[in-house]
């Protein structure tokens, strides 16, 4: 049996598309999805009217992630502490383009589950961890070693940090499919795995593909997120483009810069000009492309 490994879409249609098709021409028939379908990437009913059409022709069992419990959490609290800009303005923008059949969706799935079939070996799978969708299990994390020593099966995938990684604790594994969305390293490339399973064990293939990037990046500006979340869509794109990883090192810039100026920083009012200055510092333009460092010769 065999089974595709899809995470942290995080609204990108496009590089979903394209592991969808490679699954496809493999012949597969299964797939399990890992939680964080949106947020960060535009258009998101665009990514739902996929996994809608994943769920009628296919086999699929899913769970949610961190990004859909903070999209629930706004709705049940009902109230309005996301606003424009790039503290939180992509998640407002999600929010905004999505129905209430979504959120009624995603409100339906568990954030943990046991996968089990006759004839093959149980195993575990959830976004962060079984017991948080925002634990982050680095394959040498203290807490992954204790974790993975404590499944209740032989094997746990999981997503949330968004690099392919396979760790091995006392006989027990946690496979980590990667990000398809917006994918940490082998320069972008879109990421997931396949798992191929017989009566005793599972075996992962990762996979790491090239897809059409220009289309996502594109309806950055088309779609208005970018006007939206200036600073935050250009880091995203800056990621796509380069699978780099800035975007914790420029929020953090950015809340400092705040704090060191007004003396204090509150989420999510932290001005667009520190933004624009720790994006700047980390040599990104405001479309997400790098600024070369020229150096002036002395005469």
């Known amino acids: ?66 990004r859909e419990e903070y999209l629930l959490d706004y709705r049940k609290k009902g109230d309005n502490s996301w606003k424009k800009g790039s503290a939180s303005g992509s998640l407002l923008y999600t929010y905004k383009n999505l129905t209430t059949k979504d959120l009624n969706f995603f409100d339906s799935m568990p954030n943990y589950s046991v996968w089990r079939k006759d004839g093959y070996p149980s195993f ?16 040498n994390g203290r807490n992954t070693r204790r974790i993975v020593t404590h499944l209740k099966t032989s094997l746990l995938v999981h997503g949330h940090h968004h690099e392919q990684s396979c760790c091995s604790f006392r006989d027990k594994r946690a496979i980590n499919p990667g990000s398809i969305g917006v994918p940490w390293s082998y320069g972008g490339r879109t990421q997931f ?24 990046l594109k309806e950055f500006s088309s779609s208005g997120l970018m006007e939206i979340a200036p600073a935050w869509s250009a880091v995203t794109m800056h990621t796509i483009r380069t699978g780099i990883d800035l975007n914790e090192k420029v929020l953090l810039r950015a809340t400092q810069l705040c704090e060191q100026e007004m003396g204090f920083a509150k989420w999510p009012d932290i001005p667009e000009r520190y933004w624009a200055l720790a994006l700047k510092e980390c040599n990104i333009d405001l479309s997400g492309k790098d600024i070369p460092n020229v150096k002036i010769k002395k005469e």
Request: proline share 4%.
């Open 193 to 216: 795995c396949i798992l191929h399973g017989n009566n005793k064990t599972w075996e992962e293939e990762f996979f790491q593909l090239e897809y059409d990037r220009k289309e996502i």
């Open 124 to 139: 575990e799978y959830c976004h962060g961890s079984p017991s948080s969708s925002r634990e982050v299990m680095l394959p």
């Open 1 to 66: 049996m065999d089974i595709a490994v899809f995470s942290d879409i995080h609204g990108n249609h496009t590089a979903l598309q394209a592991c969808f098709d490679k699954s496809v021409s493999k012949g597969i028939t299964n797939f399990l999805l890992l939680g964080d379908y949106v947020t960060d990437c535009p258009n998101p009913q665009k990514t739902m009217e996929m996994i809608y059409m994943l769920r009628k022709y296919f086999t699929v069992w899913m769970i949610r992630g961190n």
